[in-house]
């Protein structure tokens, strides 16, 4: 019988993976950059259009806080990114994993969690 399993995936910090990273963190800041000053534009042609609502423009705000607070967030990871050492374990993603249960296994060993270990995209460990 096969079963499915959480199992987690981590990278391994090279200068490689960092600078990727890095990249990565500053193309979403720079997407939610855009969005807001797309969403100000929108705002000011509904208020030309509508004469402003102020539901409307409670909205349009809350959907501007909701971006900087993500601003935010990745401001803060791309600072603890430079605080990180190489060689660092950083959980990647989650998946789900087939594994196989036969009569007379070890249901506690079959309940720990799997990890796969990464490195610059390559399998290096699977614990």
Do not use: C, P
Not at 44 to 67: D, G, I, P, V
Not at 101 to 110: F, K, T
């Amino acid at each position: 019988m096969h079963i499915l399993q959480r199992v987690i995936v981590k990278q391994v910090l090279t200068e490689k993976s960092k600078q990727e990273l890095y990249e990565r963190f500053i193309e979403r800041k720079t997407q939610l950059e855009k969005e807001i000053t797309q969403l100000m534009f929108q705002m000011k042609q509904t208020e030309k259009a509508h004469h402003s609502s102020s539901l409307l423009r409670a909205q349009f705000e809350k959907e501007k806080e909701n971006r900087l607070e993500k601003i935010r967030v990745l401001d803060f990871q791309i600072e603890q990114l430079g605080k990180l050492t190489l060689g660092s374990e950083l959980v990647e993603k989650e998946v789900e994993g087939l594994i196989e249960v036969n009569v007379g296994d070890d249901w506690s060993q079959l309940q720990q969690a799997k990890t796969i270990v990464l490195k610059d995209g390559i399998v290096i460990d699977i614990r």
